[in-house]
């Protein structure tokens, strides 16, 4: 049975520059379905519409043509908006662009305080926010002398403080470090997974879509790949075409098999996605073919 | 260098300056700032130098970055003694050659000078910046200008606009010193020739920092309102300002202790000259 819709994109276009109608939209007649607890991941090269999509699905950015419902709430209502971008959280690039406090705990504090939440809430939602980043003791800390990844987990916390049921982070791991983006991916895996948060992951990082349930590839505005990481990552050439790459282990595996001398002998299955289904594979391998 | 500007940066602690109610703290800097304009003989700048010294001990930060926090103001207050150095007169010069004439009266007022403006900033640090909370401080001045939000001032956005400029001034001075690090790898010198070409070196300084700020400040305004921000209006705080009896008593120590400035004026001290 398929889980209800928290977004709901149906025949989306946008463009920035109305004027010129000739121009190619940012989101060109895209229909996506974001499902309650699903983690998505949205890939795509530079430019191809990923943020715009983002912005589009909490109301920073209203459809020229279509429609974005977030639950059954239309995004170009304007009494919707904010219950709309409260469900809809996001969490961008640059963590230091936004961050509104110099100490992390008013900082998560910020979304309850605009949705009016009274004080003692706020202060269990933000302690509770910051215990499922693992922030808490940093709460009266400075973010700006915090790690990339430690001020990532504070905007995270920042978002979940407002309570959403669903979270888009916009490229997050981006700027981070190989620790703090491996940080930052335990933490969203955790609010998938244990909190039952849905996730919107755009990246051009091809490992972070590994973990996915689903994973939609966008080129030039448009979707032109849905499926499982398997099934995306099994088309190494297209992924190759679309300016996107396939996780190193997939590659190394599709390389081998098209060597001549290697793919003449040993079958290579497509669609290996890690460094342990890879050694399964060789293990396995050297045992019928040596053992 | 630039490291050492200390300007909006927030000490974390827990001493009573740091949980004094803001919008107290507020008067009491006001307070500070004008009387400290009354301090007119050597004995009162001497208390000014005790007063100071009180505060740096009462906020349990370290000496060592109060000092740190100077090092900005310490040209303009040089400066600014060396002037009246030479330009004060009075009845008889203690050394004069060419044409300058220095009387003991422009040393004092130099020495005024730099006391003044150094507890002009290390008292308005102490008793705001270093000890509050960007929030708490916005909260203060949108609690203490709010009888203005009757004609119509945009309190709230004034003292928001006050939060973020304070919270991205550690961010901008790191990358300033990014891009100055970035000029210097191509060969830029900052520190030779004269005024003109030095200030010249920093055009290619500003320009991206000034650019950058813009794309800045649209992503946080983005972000800000995916944090359903849509004013002051209908906005609660996780902390609410509330003015216990421990926070008068501090109050109105400081604000004696402060008032008596103006008397130590009265006892009369053999040196020293009267501003
Ligand atoms: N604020 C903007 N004004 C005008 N054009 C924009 C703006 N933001 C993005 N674009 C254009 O829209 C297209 C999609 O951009 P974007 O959604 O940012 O892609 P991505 O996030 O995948 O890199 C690009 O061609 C980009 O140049
Ligand atoms: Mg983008």
Redesign the pocket.
């Known amino acids: 049975m398929q889980k209800e819709a928290i977004i709901t994109c149906t025949d989306l276009t946008f463009?920035?520059?109305t004027d010129q109608p000739a121009a190619?939209?940012?989101?060109d007649g895209v229909s996506l379905t974001v499902r309650r607890g699903e983690f998505l991941v949205v890939l795509?090269?530079?430019?191809?519409?990923?943020?715009?999509?983002?912005?589009l699905m909490n109301g920073i950015l209203l459809p020229v043509e279509g429609t974005v419902l977030v639950g059954d709430m239309d995004t170009a209502d304007e009494k919707y908006l904010i219950p709309i971008r409260r469900k809809v959280g996001m969490v961008f690039q640059n963590p230091d662009n936004q961050l509104v406090s110099n100490v992390v705990e008013e900082d998560v504090a910020f979304g309850p305080e605009n949705l009016g939440v009274p004080p003692a809430e706020i202060r269990r939602r933000v302690d509770e926010a910051l215990q499922t980043v693992g922030m808490s003791e940093y709460a009266h800390h400075a973010p700006h002398k915090l790690s990339g990844g430690q001020k990532q987990r504070v905007a995270i916390a920042g978002v979940l403080a407002m309570k959403p049921d669903c979270l888009i982070l916009?490229?997050a791991t981006a700027m981070l470090d190989p620790r703090g983006r491996q940080e930052i991916m335990e933490t969203i895996t955790t609010l998938n997974k244990k909190h039952g948060i849905t996730v919107v992951l755009?990246t051009h990082h091809m490992e972070e879509a590994i973990a996915a349930d689903r994973v939609v590839v966008?080129e030039k505005?448009r979707v032109t790949e849905e499926g499982t990481p398997r099934e995306i990552f099994s088309h190494v050439e297209k992924m190759k075409r679309a300016g996107l790459g396939v996780p190193q282990v997939t590659e190394l595996i599709h390389e081998l098999s098209w060597d001549g001398s290697l793919s003449g002998r040993y079958s290579f299955p497509s669609g290996i996605l890690t460094e342990a289904e890879a050694a399964e594979f060789f293990t396995e391998l050297l045992e019928k073919n040596h053992g | 260098m630039l490291k050492d500007i200390t300007l909006g940066q927030y000490f974390p602690g827990s001493s009573p300056l740091h949980r004094l109610d803001p919008r107290l703290k507020l008067v009491l800097m006001i307070a500070f700032v004008v009387l400290i304009f009354f301090a007119k003989t050597l004995l009162s700048f001497a208390y000014l130098v005790v007063l100071m010294a009180g505060l740096t001990a009462l906020s349990g930060i370290r000496v060592k970055a109060i000092l740190k926090g100077l090092k900005p103001v310490i040209f303009i207050a040089v400066f600014t003694a060396v002037i009246n150095l030479f330009w004060t007169t009075g009845e008889v010069p203690l050394v004069s050659f060419w044409r300058i004439n220095i009387y003991p009266e422009g040393i004092w007022r130099a020495v005024y000078l730099i006391i003044r403006i150094m507890a002009l900033v290390t008292g308005t640090s102490l008793l705001l910046t270093y000890t509050t909370t960007p929030m708490d401080m916005t909260d203060a001045l949108e609690a203490l200008l709010s009888p203005l939000k009757k004609i119509r001032v945009p309190v709230h956005e004034f003292a928001m606009m006050m939060t973020l400029a304070l919270r991205f001034v550690p961010t901008l001075i790191e990358e300033t010193e990014k891009i100055i690090n970035a000029q210097k790898a191509r060969g830029a010198d900052f520190e030779s020739g004269n005024l003109l070409r030095r200030a010249k070196a920093l055009i290619p300084i500003l320009v991206p920092l000034f650019v950058s700020s813009f794309s800045r400040a649209?992503e946080l305004a983005t972000a800000m309102e995916c944090r359903c921000y849509t004013g002051g209006e209908g906005r609660t705080r996780m902390k609410q300002l509330r003015l216990t009896g421990k926070d008068w008593v501090i109050f109105l120590i400081l604000l004696s202790l402060f008032a008596a400035i103006v008397l130590i004026n009265f006892i009369p001290f053999p040196w020293g000259t009267v501003l």
Do not use: Q
């Open positions: 463009r920035y520059d190619r939209p940012a989101v795509g090269r530079n430019g191809s519409g990923k943020s715009t999509l983002a912005k916009d490229e755009i966008m505005g | 649209s």
